[in-house]
């Protein structure tokens, strides 16, 4: 089995602040990792992944992430939110010889100006 | 760019109809994969289809059927809709080599549908 929990419901930052957003998973076998974000009224468009290699990954829209595999995380950072950062966080995760991601519950980002 | 289309943006259905709801995509994706959405609960998967006729249930295809006669196309299918089933539904694609599971999934807009 595979799963991901995403312990806030919101995240509040003031633009210009860091953001985090938090992850954690389990999977058997090694993990894959993908952040997705929602805009209002839209479907889920892809920000970044890790598959191995660095820990820290950077993907779109100058978000990164970084994977800490003894603490089973992924946690999604920006180093200075903007409030057209506002949406919704979706953290997956694929699980060796799984073909299809678990996602979590979501994280509504809300970036005060 | 890949195009995922959802034929519907809203739809509205009785408790017990038979309802379609129809996905296309335009990048010849060998995988595609219909979620719902609900608040609290994010993402769940429904079903998915790795080839055309081939389909692999889901964690929740209790109330669903599917369908792949083409490539391009993947129908979700409530067989009598309940009021439990009302929520947004996701239709996302994805290439399918050993190597491109870790491809995106591109998704459509989603449909949300009520029953009432």
């Known amino acids: 089995a595979q799963s991901v929990a995403q312990p806030e419901d919101q995240v509040n930052v003031a633009e210009g602040n860091p953001l985090t957003v938090k992850c954690t998973y389990s999977?058997?076998?090694?993990?894959?990792l993908f952040w997705y974000v929602q805009y209002p009224n839209r479907g889920l468009q892809f920000l970044l992944k890790?598959?191995?290699?660095?820990?820290l990954v950077k993907g779109s829209y100058g978000f990164e992430a970084e994977f800490n595999k003894s603490q089973t995380s992924f946690h999604l950072k920006k180093p200075s939110a903007l409030v057209s950062d506002s949406a919704l966080y979706f953290c997956?995760?694929?699980?060796?010889?799984?073909?299809?991601?678990?996602f979590g519950s979501g994280t509504r980002l809300q970036v005060q100006p | 760019d890949v195009k995922v289309t959802q034929s519907s943006r809203y739809l509205v259905k009785r408790t017990g109809e038979k309802v379609f709801l129809e996905c296309v995509q335009d990048m010849d994706h060998e995988n595609m994969f219909w979620y719902r959405q609900d608040p609290g609960l994010g993402l769940r998967l429904i079903y998915f289809?790795?080839?055309?006729?081939?389909?692999e249930k889901g964690d929740i295809p209790e109330g669903y059927s599917v369908s792949r006669e083409k490539k391009e196309r993947f129908s979700l299918i409530l067989e009598s809709a309940s009021t439990n089933q009302t929520s947004m539904y996701l239709c996302?694609?994805?290439?399918?080599?050993?190597?491109?599971?870790?491809?995106?999934?591109?998704f459509g807009n989603g449909t949300r549908l009520t029953v009432t």
């Open positions: 999977v058997s076998g090694n993990p894959y």
């Open positions: 996302a694609s994805r290439k399918d080599r050993v190597s491109s599971y870790n491809s995106p999934l591109h």
């Open positions: 289809s790795y080839d055309v006729k081939m389909k």
């Open positions: 890790y598959i191995t290699g660095d820990n």
């Open positions: 997956a995760v694929r699980g060796t010889g799984r073909r299809a991601l678990t």
